[in-house]
């Protein structure tokens, strides 16, 4: 069964803290992303990358980093803690294949992430 | 104006419903159009996908895609208590997925 996996369901840090939310993906899929979601508002991309060591800024990047040193592991970094980043983080992954039939992301369970 | 409007519900039906849901969008660009189904603290997996105009039919599930309209739908048959879950439509313009805007997702309650 073809698998994201996300170190941690829950989190709670301090204000300032640095955060490192991880994702391993087993599928040998080229890209990964990184989504927050938030009531209402959906699911919105905050850094994706298509290749190791590329990144590409989402919608909403500000406060956020990532790393993707290995093929299957995409970090998101949060470099300093606030309240509003406060949400459930979703990582997901997908291939590049066209006319994959299959075409979509496969996503990992999600972090929730709260900070007080 | 977002690029893709989805009504939240909560939508409560009794089992054995025909269950509708839609999504409306503003950027004619879309190609690829997806739903997702999310079920409470786990993340969303992919239920259809469709390319373009049309509809496709998998068991109980229907997806319908309208482009001259900017409009795509689900329909549930024979809704189940299983069913129960947060759906969220997702359309891209992309391949690989690099741009795919999700709606906020309608929450779908099926009562035995």
């Known amino acids: 069964d073809v698998k994201v996996t996300q170190s941690s369901r829950y989190l709670v840090k301090r204000t300032g803290e640095k955060v490192f939310l991880e994702c391993v993906q087993d599928m040998d899929h080229e890209n990964m992303f990184w989504y927050r979601q938030d009531p209402g508002l959906g699911l919105r991309l905050i850094y994706f990358?298509?290749?190791?060591?590329?990144?590409e800024k989402g919608d909403i990047p500000e406060g956020y980093s990532v790393s993707r040193e290995k093929k299957e592991r995409f970090s998101l970094i949060l470099e300093s803690a606030s309240t509003n980043q406060t949400s459930m983080y979703l990582c997901?992954?997908?291939?590049?294949?066209?006319?994959?039939?299959?075409?979509?992301?496969?996503f990992g369970s999600g972090t929730r992430l709260t900070v007080v | 104006q977002k690029e893709v409007e989805q009504d939240p519900g909560p939508l409560s039906v009794p089992e054995g419903a025909i269950v509708s849901l839609n999504c409306t969008y503003s950027n004619s660009a879309f190609q690829y159009f997806m739903w997702y189904r999310q079920y409470s603290r786990k993340g969303p997996e992919l239920l259809m996908y469709t390319y373009s105009s049309g509809n496709k039919e998998d068991g109980r599930f229907t997806a319908q895609v309208d482009k001259s309209s900017k409009y795509i739908s689900l329909f549930i048959r024979d809704s189940q208590p299983s069913d129960s879950a947060t759906y969220l439509c997702a359309m891209s313009w992309g391949t690989g997925g690099f741009k795919t805007i999700f709606g906020a997702g309608t929450r779908l309650f099926v009562k035995a």
């Open positions: 997901a992954s997908s291939n590049n294949l066209l006319g994959q039939l299959n075409y979509g992301y496969t």
């Open positions: 990358s298509y290749d190791v060591k590329m990144k």
